[in-house]
């Protein structure tokens, strides 16, 4: 059963402290990324809002435990590695991916 949030856990309070800080800081990567052209600074700014992301996904799910919550990661679903071509179901040959 989660736990209510206790406004005076200095912990929870420095963690939602940082969650607030990381959205800002992804809105002004944002920012960056739609102003500039040059490819190095867009690279540069994808790195830094997957940093960010990353980041604020990591604190969530600490505040998600911290409350009772239980933390599952997603997982990665196998992808088939055999595709049928359009091809095929003329008698050609199947494509391998």
């Known amino acids: 059963m989660p736990r209510k949030r206790d406004r005076s856990d200095p912990e929870m309070a420095s963690l939602l402290q940082e969650m607030a800080s990381l959205s800002e800081a992804m809105k002004d990567a944002y920012v960056r990324f ?17 940093a960010c992301k990353a980041r604020y996904n990591y604190i969530l799910r600490c505040v998600k435990a911290k409350n009772g919550v239980p933390m599952a990661r997603p997982h990665a679903v196998p992808v088939p590695k055999v595709a049928v071509a359009a091809v095929s179901t003329e008698g050609g040959d199947a494509c391998l991916t």
């Open 34 to 50: 739609n102003c500039v052209d040059d490819p190095d600074l867009i690279e540069a700014s994808i790195f830094e809002i997957n």
